[in-house]
């Protein structure tokens, strides 16, 4: 099934990303926001970011705010935060599942193309 989808692990507490914000972008001449959510208790989206009739190759990009979430958490940070907003821009070429998870803390994140 042709589906795009996330989650987000909070690797400095060991848990969901609960309640960030995710915005998703398509990448063309201009950068197009298609879709802004937020993660659930389990650190996913209730709904793909893209179904089966939204799915189409191209550059796409999400941006992960985990500064707020973080800063909401009460982390200890610096001002500004390291990290404010991950940004992962990404190409889709084969009609698949596309599954980008994202590991981050208030100080590193790591990404890859999950199943």
Not at 105 to 110: D, K, L, R
Request: hydrophobic share 35%; proline share 4%; aromatic share 10%.
């Amino acid at each position: 099934m042709k589906r795009l989808t996330t989650h987000v692990l909070d690797t400095a507490n060991g848990t969901p990303g609960v309640g960030i914000r995710v915005d998703l972008h398509e990448i063309g001449a201009e950068r197009c926001l298609i879709k802004s959510t937020v993660t659930n208790r389990d650190g996913r989206t209730d709904e793909p970011l893209l179904d089966e009739a939204a799915f189409r190759h191209g550059v796409w990009e999400l941006v992960f705010h985990v500064g707020e979430y973080f800063a909401h958490r009460g982390a200890r940070v610096d001002e500004p935060a390291f990290l404010d907003q991950v940004v992962l821009r990404f190409g889709i070429g084969t009609d698949a599942h596309y599954h980008v998870p994202l590991l981050a803390s208030p100080w590193s994140y790591s990404t890859y193309r999950g199943s």
